[in-house]
């Protein structure tokens, strides 16, 4: 474009000098009197032209008062191609200042630069500059440039303070800290001047209070290590003035992190925040700052915050804030709200999430809260909920919360941080809501979007388990038995003893799978002392932590060598010997039979189990079920063999083929429950059947270990794998369920005799 420029007479072209900023751009200033009408607002917007074509940008034009009352012009732009070019400055379609290079006009310095400028002018030059640098990549990494804003820098500052490095960050940054005079005014940007490069801060400040009292503003600041080299130097922009900072060399003995902050447990929740703030807006690019998050999390929680006050008209408080690794947030808590004066709740995670409740629909009542408030109707405060969301980074361990008020008015709300194990996380949600209060729509919406990823979190972390093997271990046995062992080993010494005196056993495999790890080196002992006294060969397989039965039965079949799999509870005692042989017949006398499984008896010589059926609550959720649970040993019903739905797996064999085409015990099932009817359920869809072996009796001190285990017995595990169960399976317990089992009894067998029976091999 080829301007043309009409200048009346009384306006003149104001000389123009330039300083060159490095290899690419110039800075060119000239000078106006403000008495002639060319204040900034009245000259309108600046265009730089070379030979009369418009200069394609990047560049721009500061306009500041100078001492004498006049303003001084400031233009970036790029250099021209031709040093000798005229460059015209036009506003308003006039020419108002020209430099020409032909003639030899002089160059400025960096003391003319800022002369006769008074310190919020310098201020604004030095902010022009570096401003423009560092939205520019070619200037900002011109050494030329770098090294004239280092001059101008230390004219201003020419002993700069040095900073103080305090700890090791995540992402290979370092967390400095400074001070300022308390005069500086707040900090608008932070620049570090390398001896090639002009670079922006990564992170702002963390502003604090001064800790030796002296009225300074202090101030900590996370940066990235390369930037920290001595020599660089930090430039800190304020409201009121401008400050330079060098950074020292690193001192050898720096602690992490973490450790300062736990060294300091007085740290204020500014700084905490600020770190964590950084450390999440690093870690989206970052492993390693991602990983300080959770760190940062765990080791320095922010302490916890609800408003639980009688005498205030609302109160609230978030007991639990879960993130799931599938980016969903599970919640639980409480709103004391009787005047309706809150608008919506928003949860923010570290990485910048953001989520917002308008509504709490999953409602039930909380005593504590009722009793707090003195609330004299149904208290309904609590809730639960689910926020679906996208993973971030890194899990996050502790969020937090405002509840806004319609007024515009905010209540801060902090919640622990999450556990830090998945199972452990898994195991809160789970004790999150009394069990009187499971609802299917609950357990769909609000447990199961929770629970699930926890729990494929958890077994995700196993890693592979040790193998004991004591005495010689068979090629091929004709049965390998799998117990799975948790917490419960006063039984074992009853249940070995009869395995050592039963003949039958002698040949048999005995894989034991302890999935409390912490009990190690008891078991090992205990095992050990066994096979001292007995002979009996076994293994022991030690789980990394507890991943449920299902999990510790696929382990136990995993280094299994039989053919034929009986998976056994370890409080599960035979009556009497030869008890194996007799079901291995069940399962193999005639073609088409799946699994089988024996009466089992409590100790009282009362029925536990003589086969599994399905039925409705009152509700239509489906259970499980055992026939004849509580009649006598010898109910009529209770001894004939025949067909059954399904076998309880505290004692049940089947094949290694069948077993595999099932895919084995489904894993989904929290700790344990309903995997043994699911299993079952399986071998049926194989168009398999499924027996019941009278004959076989053995006593089961039901549900033992189980009952010791906290996320089970105090939480709404068994209403969730039930829910599970019956959403995988309702159609086919229907189905099941419709046929008339009693129909397929068979004559009752003969009398049997309780003493003198021989027992018999089990063949291979």
């Not at 790029?78 to 003639?103: K, S």
């Not at 990549?137 to 030329?144: E, G, K, M, Q, S």
């Not at 900090?187 to 009292?213: E, K, N, T």
């Amino acid at each position: 474009m080829t301007v043309i420029a009409v200048l009346p007479n009384s306006v003149s072209i104001a000389p123009a000098q330039r300083l060159v900023l490095g290899r690419s751009f110039l800075l060119v200033s000239w000078s106006m009197d403000s008495p002639m009408g060319c204040a900034a607002e009245q000259i309108g917007p600046i265009m730089p032209s070379v030979n009369g074509e418009a200069v394609r940008p990047p560049f721009t034009t500061l306009s500041i008062d100078t001492g004498w009352g006049g303003r001084r012009m400031l233009s970036i732009l790029p250099a021209p191609r031709d040093p000798r070019a005229p460059i015209h400055f036009i506003a308003n379609n006039r020419v108002i200042a020209e430099l020409r290079t032909e003639t030899g006009g002089a160059d400025i310095d960096t003391a003319g630069l800022l002369g006769s400028l008074d310190g919020a002018a310098r201020l604004r030059v030095l902010r022009f500059l570096f401003d423009f640098a560092c939205f520019t990549p070619l200037l900002r990494r011109d050494a030329v440039f770098a090294a004239l804003c280092r001059r101008l820098v230390l004219d201003h500052a020419a002993e700069p303070p040095a900073m103080t490095i305090r700890a090791i960050a995540g992402g290979d940054m370092l967390l400095c800290a400074g001070a300022l005079s308390g005069q500086f005014g707040a900090i608008s940007s932070l620049v570090v001047l390398s001896p090639g490069a002009v670079v922006r801060a990564p992170f702002d400040a963390c502003i604090g209070i001064d800790p030796a009292g002296k009225g300074r503003i202090a101030f900590d600041l996370l940066i990235d290590r390369g930037l920290c080299a001595p020599g660089n130097l930090l430039v800190v922009l304020g409201a009121n003035g401008v400050a330079c900072r060098r950074f020292p060399d690193e001192p050898v003995a720096l602690p992490t992190l973490t450790d300062r902050l736990n060294g300091r447990p007085g740290t204020v929740a500014t700084l905490r925040h600020y770190l964590l703030a950084c450390l999440a807006k690093r870690g989206r690019s970052n492993a390693s700052a991602a990983a300080a998050v959770g760190e940062l999390q765990a080791l320095a929680p922010l302490p916890r915050r609800q408003v639980a006050d009688a005498k205030r008209p609302i109160g609230a408080s978030l007991d639990l804030a879960i993130p799931v690794p599938d980016g969903g947030l599970f919640l639980a808590g409480w709103l004391h709200d009787p005047h309706g004066l809150a608008a919506e709740l928003v949860v923010r995670t570290p990485f910048g999430g953001e989520r917002r409740v308008e509504g709490f629909a999953k409602r039930f009542p909380r005593d504590d809260v009722a009793a707090l408030y003195g609330s004299t109707g149904i208290d309904r405060s609590g809730f639960i909920l689910h926020l679906p969301g996208s993973p971030e980074p890194a899990e996050a361990l502790q969020v937090t919360a405002e509840l806004r008020l319609a007024s515009g008015g905010a209540l801060r709300l902090v919640p622990p941080p999450r556990p830090h194990a998945h199972a452990d996380a898994r195991a809160v949600v789970l004790g999150s809501l009394p069990p009187r209060f499971v609802t299917p729509d609950l357990l769909e919406h609000v447990m199961f979007p929770a629970v699930a990823p926890l729990h494929a979190a958890h077994l995700a972390t196993r890693g592979e388990p040790e193998l004991v093997v004591y005495g010689e271990r068979k090629a091929k046995p004709p049965v390998s038995v799998i117990i799975p062992l948790y917490r419960t080993l006063e039984f074992l010494r009853f249940q070995i003893s009869s395995f050592a005196t039963d003949p039958a056993m002698a040949d048999v495999e005995l894989v034991f799978v302890l999935d409390s790890p912490e009990q190690r080196d008891e078991v090992v002992h205990l095992l050990r002392g066994f096979h001292g006294l007995y002979g009996l060969p076994m293994v022991l397989l030690v789980q990394s932590a507890n991943y449920g039965y299902s999990a510790a039965n696929n382990a136990g079949v995993a280094v299994a060598r039989g053919n034929r799999l009986l998976f056994l509870n370890s409080d599960v005692v035979p009556d009497r010997a030869g008890w194996l042989p007799q079901l291995v017949v069940a399962l193999e006398e005639r073609p088409g039979v799946g699994a089988v499984g024996p009466k089992l008896l409590f100790d009282d010589d009362s029925l536990q189990h003589a086969g599994l059926y399905f039925d409705r609550d009152l509700q239509g959720a489906w259970y499980n079920h055992h026939y004849f649970k509580g009649l006598p040993r010898d109910f009529a019903p209770a001894c004939r063999p025949r067909s059954v739905p399904g076998v309880t797996g505290a004692c049940l064999l089947t094949t290694r083929s069948v077993f595999a085409a099932a895919d084995g015990f489904c894993e989904d099932y929290v700790i344990g429950d309903f995997e043994d009817s699911d299993l079952c359920l399986r071998i049926r869809g194989q168009g398999l059947d499924i027996q019941y072996a009278p004959s076989v009796e053995l006593y089961h001190l039901e549900r033992r270990s189980i009952g010791r285990h906290q996320g089970y017995t105090r939480g709404v595990a068994s209403e969730y794998n039930r829910w599970l169960h019956g959403r995988r399976w309702a159609d086919c317990m229907a189905d099941l369920m419709a046929r008339d089992w009693c129909a397929q009894d068979k004559a009752p067998p003969p009398a049997r005799k309780r003493a003198g029976k021989t027992a018999v091999q089990v063949t291979r």
